[in-house]
Structures are given as structure tokens and as C-alpha cells.
């Protein structure tokens, strides 16, 4: 005790309060501490020994293990459920991976969103190991990048790779990760890689696409201005044909770019001759970029960019002169429904920590979860989760189900429509969790440093990938598209 009173928090007199000292101290720890708090080296070299013929029934995060919290896993993954969706093969893929992210990311998480360095290159590298792993590059969902690669140790084939296996990717990592470093380990390959793998030459693609897959070199989509954001045809920056037309030469800024601090490439939305013209922009002479503070880490590498003269060669267009529109919006489906993935898993993880929360705080002598409003907060929660998940599970048998251009035409306005309902679903689940959680849910550290993470990074959600009103119009319209003109009341 004498050694452990200068390392408390709480100094020496909470230790020594005749409830606490000599006494089965348990229900006062945690209503405290996490049980992370036993496992951390300064304190754990404190432990003096166990209590005889005893084993602990409480115990912290196992990895690759279920959690058997009511509604912490989807309905798939519970005990007792059945799902028509997954096969045995998706099953035994998801243990796997998450074994993997719980073991190799969720520490680097942690270390790099309080340090704010970039995701360290050899979490990156173990992702890539391209004779065995690859999650790079099933992150980009299926498709012929796969072909010739080795998934998660061989347990799924590369042509049966479906977007339930990448759904699952991206779930796992949402769980393992914190937000801003999520988006820190290559955020900016999902959504900035799409357009060259579906637009790009050969040799362009033989020249880039490897080197980004295998964790070596990093991506990222410059759209976004100070000036045009949801408004994709309001761009500023301009892309003009050099005299001898071999040559774009680009001048402009974007902003609030995930991972431009260190992209080697930025695939760029430019105004051109012939109207909008995406181009896929090499770091070098004339591109600046400078790191830009947010309500997250910096570990995302979020940018400010500039263009100043840069010259790319004419082969680095992706899609057609003037075509840039198609080659954006087909890319805004696939990069909508990761964000979706993503989003009913965070959710899911704050039920979670609210139901273990509820379970262990004592109030006025009673459980958090004996108080009526409590409990009409955790049933918004699970129902929000539940109906995010299940909406995205249709969205994606549909997708398995449809080519690309299909999926363009019918699962736009569906995909917006979601999009905007889960992030929105957030922000409630985000405010009520602080509610339930009280002063810790506004606090860094602590029980509640959950909560106070996601209520203040969920504003990304609703943001990126474009805002919540705009996607929710975008549906409607989508719909009135569809509407038979022999329709009447």
C-alpha cells in the first residue's frame, strides 16, 4: 500500500475508507475502474497473490472472442440466432479476422488516436503480408485485384470472396479501432483507389495499384473544397491540357482530405475543358500539404492540400474527359455502404458499454438500469442498432446479387437513404449515451472514454461521404425518378 498510494488517482483516503479497506472491494472498483485498469504493467506488478481454491469470473477483453452481452453481437453472431445471409465460411472468416484486429490493431489504435501519429507501418505491413493475409485489399471488396492472392490464410478463395466477407472486414475493424485512427489506416485507399482500379489504364493500374495493396505506398480522394463540398459540379480546381496536350497542368486547393498528410497519390476532382475530369495526381513538384485539427486525431492525416502547377501526364486520367461525374458517383455507392458497415458496429459497441455501465453503477442503492428513463434510453439504442444491421444486410444480399451497374441504378437511393438513417441514428445513440453515463461520458479517461470518443467523433459520420440532409434528398429524388407515370390515388 505504501508503494501503491502515490500511483492512485484517487489518492491514499479512498483506500483506506472502512468500506473499502479490508474488505471484498469489487463493487467499488468497478464502479470506478475498467478492468483494463488491473491489466496495465504499473499496477500489475503490484499484484501481491489470489485468494486460494478462487478463480476470477470477471475477466477483460479476450481476443477474438463473442461477447455475451445481449445485443453486443448481431443477431448472426449470437447464440441461438439464425441468419439466412452468412454460410459456414463467413463464420469461420470472422473469427479469424477478428482474432487478427483484436491482437494486432486494437493496440496500435489506442497508442497512435492519444499520440496522434500516423498507423504504425508495421500494423500495415502485417495487414498486407501478401502470401497470407491481404486485408488491404479485401477491404476493397470483391472483385479482380484478388485474383492471385492468398485471403486470411487461404479460409476464403479470392472469386468467393463476397461483400458479406468484407462487411465483416470492416465491422471488425470499426470494433477494434477508434475513429480517427480508422480512418488514419488507409481510410483513404477505400475510397481513393475505387476510381483507378475501375478507371484506370493498365499500365496505370499495373504501375500503382500493387504497391498501395501491399501497405507500401498510400492513396487518398481529394474532392472536397473550402468552397464545394456535397456540391461535387461547384469544384474550383482546374485542370488544363499542356500546348502539346501530353500534359495536365492543375492548379487549386482541397481540404479536409483523409490521409493526405502522407499520401503518395491523391485521385483529384479537377474542372476541365469538357466539364469535370477526376486524375489521379502523383506527389512532387507543386503539392502541398499541410495537416488540418479536428475533433479526432490526428491520426488520420486529415489535409489541406495545394496544387500549384502541377503537371501529370495525360495517361493518368481516370475515365473519360469530362466524365469525372460518373467515375465519382460510382465510387459514392461502395464508400456510402462501408461507412454504413462501419457505423452499425460503433453503435452496436455503445450498447455494449451502456449495458454494462447500467448493470454495474449503483444509484440510490439500485442499478442504473432500476431507473424507467434509463431503460427507455437503452431500448432507443438496441433499436436503432438493430434496425441499421438489419437494413444493411438486405442492402448487401442485394449488392451480392447485382453487377456494378446495376447496383449503380437500383441501390443508389437505397444506399443514400441508409446512410443517412444510421448516422442519424448515431447522433440520438451518441447524446443518450452521455446521458446515461453522466460526467464520465464527457471525459477522456476513465469508465465512460468510450462514450465521450464516439459522441465527439459521430459528427465525421454524418459529414463524410455526404451530409445526412443532402443523402435523405438524394433518396427521395431517386425514388420520384422511378415513379410510374400511370400512378394515381
Not at 500493387?210 to 463540398?229: Q, R, T, W, Y
Not at 434509463?374 to 444493411?392: D, F, T
Not at 451518441?430 to 462514450?451: E, L, P
Amino acid at each position: 500500500m505504501t508503494r501503491f498510494k502515490a500511483l492512485h488517482p484517487g489518492g491514499l483516503s479512498v483506500l483506506i475508507d472502512p468500506e473499502v479497506a479490508g474488505q471484498d472491494a469489487t463493487d467499488a472498483f468497478f464502479s470506478l475502474h475498467r478492468y483494463e485498469v488491473l491489466e496495465r504493467p504499473p499496477y500489475k506488478r503490484l499484484q501481491i497473490g489470489v485468494v486460494a481454491g478462487e478463480q476470477s469470473i470477471i475477466h477483460g477483453r479476450i481476443p477474438g472472442e463473442l461477447s455475451k452481452v445481449p445485443y453486443a453481437e448481431p443477431t448472426w453472431l449470437t447464440s441461438g440466432y439464425h441468419s439466412p445471409y452468412y454460410s459456414d465460411n463467413h463464420r469461420k472468416f470472422q473469427k479469424e479476422v477478428r482474432k487478427f484486429f483484436d491482437e494486432v490493431v486494437y493496440p496500435d489504435a489506442v497508442a497512435r488516436e492519444e499520440d496522434g501519429k500516423r498507423p504504425s507501418q508495421s500494423v500495415i505491413d502485417q495487414m498486407a503480408e501478401h502470401r497470407a493475409l491481404n486485408i488491404h485489399a479485401m477491404r476493397m471488396g470483391p472483385g479482380k485485384h484478388l485474383q492471385g492472392r492468398t485471403l486470411m490464410n487461404g479460409l476464403v478463395k479470392p472469386e468467393e470472396y463476397d461483400y458479406f466477407h468484407e462487411l465483416i472486414v470492416t465491422q471488425e475493424f470499426a470494433r477494434a479501432s477508434l475513429r480517427g485512427y480508422g480512418d488514419g489506416l488507409l481510410g483513404g485507399k477505400v475510397i481513393g483507389l475505387p476510381p483507378v482500379l475501375n478507371f484506370g489504364s493498365d499500365e496505370l493500374k499495373a504501375r500503382i495499384v500493387p504497391d498501395v495493396l501491399n501497405g507500401k505506398k498510400f492513396i487518398c480522394l481529394a474532392i472536397s473544397e473550402a468552397h464545394a463540398g456535397s456540391d461535387v459540379m461547384g469544384l474550383q480546381t482546374t485542370a488544363v491540357k499542356s500546348e502539346d496536350g501530353k500534359e495536365w497542368v492543375i492548379n487549386g486547393t482541397k481540404k479536409w482530405i483523409t490521409n493526405g498528410t502522407f499520401a503518395d497519390y491523391f485521385t483529384v476532382g479537377c474542372k476541365t475543358e469538357d466539364g469535370f475530369t477526376v486524375i489521379l495526381v502523383e506527389r512532387g513538384p507543386g503539392v502541398e500539404t499541410k495537416q488540418i485539427k479536428t475533433s479526432y486525431s490526428t491520426t488520420a492525416g486529415t489535409a489541406y492540400i495545394t496544387f500549384d502547377s502541377v503537371r501529370v501526364p495525360i495517361g493518368n486520367t481516370l475515365g473519360e474527359d469530362g466524365g469525372g461525374i460518373f467515375v465519382i458517383l460510382s465510387n459514392f455507392n461502395h464508400e456510402r455502404w462501408v461507412m454504413c458497415c462501419a457505423s452499425a458496429r460503433s453503435q452496436r459497441g455503445v450498447v455494449e458499454e451502456c449495458l454494462k455501465w447500467t448493470n454495474q453503477r449503483k444509484v440510490f442503492g439500485k442499478p442504473l438500469h432500476s431507473q424507467a428513463v434509463i431503460r427507455a434510453k437503452l431500448a432507443g439504442m438496441i433499436s436503432r442498432a438493430e434496425s441499421v444491421q438489419n437494413w444493411l444486410e438486405n442492402i448487401t444480399y442485394q449488392m451480392c446479387n447485382m453487377s456494378y451497374k446495376q447496383q449503380a441504378n437500383k441501390l443508389a437511393g437505397q444506399i443514400a437513404f441508409l446512410k443517412s438513417f444510421s448516422t442519424s441514428c448515431g447522433q440520438d445513440t451518441a447524446r443518450d449515451a452521455v446521458q446515461v453515463f453522466g460526467g464520465r461520458g464527457i471525459t477522456k479517461s476513465g469508465m465512460g472514454k468510450f462514450i465521450e470518443h464516439y459522441h465527439r467523433t459521430i459528427p465525421f459520420d454524418s459529414l463524410l461521404g455526404g451530409a445526412e440532409d443532402v443523402l435523405a434528398d438524394l433518396g427521395v429524388r431517386q425514388a420520384l425518378r422511378a415513379m410510374p407515370k400511370d400512378a394515381r390515388l
